[in-house]
């Protein structure tokens, strides 16, 4: 890690002057309201949760890097607090047919009172990935295409790493005031702890909507379908012979998960560099053991600056 930033550093100084081209900040404060904290399927905790979030974003001759800074603190539920930080860099490039990027990032996620371990990605991680995207004119709409890889380690999780392969699409609609976004990612990813290897399919629609004041609508319903290639489920059906005979038949079937998430969120302009902005967010999942089902109810309230 030290020779990660002494590289940074390095290659910062040894950037001219004249290279700088724009630098972009962003600082947000949310309040939220969730209904199942630990996202459980029997006792829901309800809690409330303060987040602050900072950006920033430098755009060079040799390309964009950002960093981003995130902290989320739990009322009563205090083993969710969690720190997470992402660096990354892209590189647009274009051609005379087409325009593409080149992008990468160094992630992490800490949790400050221990991994709870609520979910399969409630514990400490770090990862890196690289990808493409590339981007091509459709008549009025503008659709974007592109492979992706990741690697991800959990520290204290009996050493796990995971390795993603993922291809990502979207398709970008714009008539008049609105914004429609339907988009779609598949992947598979495998894991040295072979019971969290999987495949899954994500696929989502989102609206924008800007009216003519100050207001602007955005919604967004995504459904996530996942396969574990390596947890089988053990199902028994009894089956009657007559005469009061019954047998037992056994079949073995793949672990999977169906995930539904449903926002809709208002945005007011209060000036120039403000933005408040509130909604609510549903979210459910259910498991083919219905062991790992659980539903929760979010309401959040939101203000960001730019600068």
Not at 266 to 274: A, K, P, V
Request: glycine content about 8%; proline content about 2%; charged content about 20%.
């Amino acid at each position: 890690m030290r020779l990660l930033w002494w590289l940074i550093l390095t290659l910062g100084l040894a950037l001219p002057l004249k290279t700088f081209a724009e630098f972009a900040h962003k600082s947000e404060g949310q309040v939220r309201f969730t209904s199942n904290a630990n996202y459980e399927n029997g006792s829901e905790d309800s809690d409330w949760i303060l987040s602050a979030r900072q950006s920033s974003n430098g755009r060079f001759s040799l390309g964009e890097f950002g960093l981003r800074g995130q902290l989320d603190k739990y009322i009563s539920e205090s083993q969710n607090d969690a720190f997470s930080w992402r660096g990354s860099f892209s590189r647009p490039q274009s051609t005379d047919n087409s325009d593409w990027t080149l992008w990468s990032g160094i992630f992490g996620t800490h949790y400050l009172q221990g991994a709870p371990g609520n979910t399969e990605s409630n514990f400490d991680q770090v990862g890196l990935d690289i990808g493409a995207e590339f981007f091509h004119q459709l008549g009025t709409a503008e659709a974007a295409l592109g492979p992706a890889y990741q690697f991800k380690s959990y520290s204290n999780f009996d050493g796990r790493k995971d390795h993603t392969l993922s291809v990502y699409g979207e398709v970008l609609f714009s008539p008049q005031r609105w914004k429609l976004i339907p988009s779609g990612d598949f992947g598979y990813t495998n894991s040295s702890l072979s019971e969290y290897s999987k495949l899954f399919l994500t696929l989502s629609f989102r609206a924008e909507f800007q009216t003519r004041g100050p207001w602007s609508i955005e919604g967004e319903y995504l459904i996530r379908s996942t396969r574990f290639t390596s947890r089988t489920i053990a199902q028994s059906t009894a089956v009657s012979r007559g005469r009061g005979q019954v047998t037992f038949s056994t079949v073995e079937t793949n672990e999977s998960h169906s995930y539904r998430e449903f926002s809709l969120a208002g945005f007011r302009q209060l000036f120039d560099q403000w933005k408040i902005s509130c909604g609510f967010r549903a979210l459910s999942q259910i498991s083919k053991s219905g062991i790992e089902d659980y539903s929760s109810l979010e309401m959040f309230v939101l203000m960001t600056s730019s600068y």
